[in-house]
C-alpha cells in the first residue's frame, strides 16, 4: 500500500529555532513532494514542493531536503516565528490526480 | 477574488439523514478533489472529477456520492450510509494534468459536519 509516514506527530520549539519534520516514503515512482501548511479551520495551503532531481529547494525561510536513496525528504524553518505555528503536511504523488498524504504535524513555536 | 469557496462552514447531520457540501470554484481548472480530514489523520480522498460529467471514487468512497454538472461545481453528498460522517471536509481543485506542472492542489477553507 501506497503510504506517506510523518514525523514528528507534534512539535514545541522556541522562536528563532529550525524544527525538522521528516517524512518517509515506498513508492520509487513518486515524482512530486509538496508541503503545505494549515491553520486551525481552514483548508492546506501550498507551502513548497519539490521532485527527486534536486536535492534541496528553499523558499524563504523554508527548505526542503530530498535524499532519494534514502526515500526520505524532510522539511525545515529557519529562524521559526509564533506565526508558524500550524499543522504541516507533506506528501507524494506518482500521478496528478492522485495526493499520498502524511499523517500532519502539529507545529507550536513559543515567543 | 478566485478561490474556492465551500459552504456551509458548519453542518449538523441528523440521523438517517442526507446532506450536501457545497463547493465551487472560479479558477478555471479542470480538476476537483474531495478529502476528508480526521484528527491526527492525514488528509483521505474521497472522491475526484478529471473533467465535467466524470468522477472517480478514491480511498474511502463508501457512503459518499458526488456529481459535476458543472466545471466550477462538484458537490459532495454524504448519504445515511455513512457511519461515522463527523469530520472536517475538504475540497480542492487544479488545473488538470497530462503536464506535471499542474499537479499543485488548491484547497477550499473546509466544512466541517456534526451530527446531532
Known amino acids: 500500500q501506497q503510504q506517506v509516514k510523518q514525523s514528528p506527530q507534534s512539535l514545541i520549539v522556541q522562536k528563532g529555532g529550525i524544527p525538522i519534520i521528516n517524512c518517509a516514503y515506498e513508492?520509487?515512482?513518486?515524482?512530486?513532494f509538496p508541503w503545505y501548511q494549515q491553520f486551525p479551520g481552514k483548508g492546506p495551503a501550498l507551502l513548497i514542493a519539490?521532485?527527486?532531481?534536486?536535492s534541496e529547494k528553499k523558499e524563504g525561510r523554508f527548505t526542503i531536503s530530498f535524499n532519494k536513496s534514502a526515500k526520505q525528504f524532510s522539511l525545515h524553518i529557519m529562524d521559526s516565528q509564533p506565526g508558524d505555528s500550524a499543522t504541516y503536511f507533506c506528501?507524494?504523488?506518482?500521478?496528478?490526480?492522485?495526493?499520498?498524504f502524511g499523517t500532519g504535524t502539529r507545529l507550536q513555536v513559543f515567543p | 477574488d478566485g478561490g474556492i469557496t465551500q459552504s456551509p462552514k458548519y453542518l449538523f447531520r441528523k440521523e438517517g439523514q442526507n446532506v450536501t457540501l457545497s463547493c465551487e470554484q472560479n479558477?478555471?481548472?479542470?480538476?476537483m478533489y474531495w478529502y476528508r480530514q480526521d484528527p491526527g489523520q492525514g488528509l483521505r480522498l474521497i472522491y475526484y472529477?478529471?473533467?465535467?460529467?466524470?468522477?472517480q471514487k478514491g480511498d474511502i468512497a463508501e457512503g459518499y456520492s458526488v456529481s459535476r454538472e458543472k466545471k466550477e461545481s462538484f458537490p459532495l453528498t454524504v448519504t445515511s450510509a455513512q457511519k461515522n460522517p463527523t469530520a472536517f471536509y475538504l475540497c480542492?481543485?487544479?488545473?488538470?494534468?497530462?503536464?506535471?506542472?499542474?499537479?499543485?492542489?488548491?484547497f477550499g477553507p473546509g466544512t466541517r459536519l456534526l451530527v446531532l
Open positions: 480542492a481543485s487544479s488545473v488538470g494534468w497530462g503536464d506535471t506542472s499542474q499537479e499543485t492542489q488548491y
Open positions: 513508492n520509487t515512482a513518486f515524482d512530486y
Open positions: 519539490i521532485r527527486p532531481d534536486v
Open positions: 506528501a507524494a504523488s506518482e500521478t496528478p490526480d492522485k495526493l499520498i
Open positions: 479558477l478555471n481548472h479542470d480538476a
Open positions: 472529477s478529471q473533467i465535467v460529467n466524470d468522477f
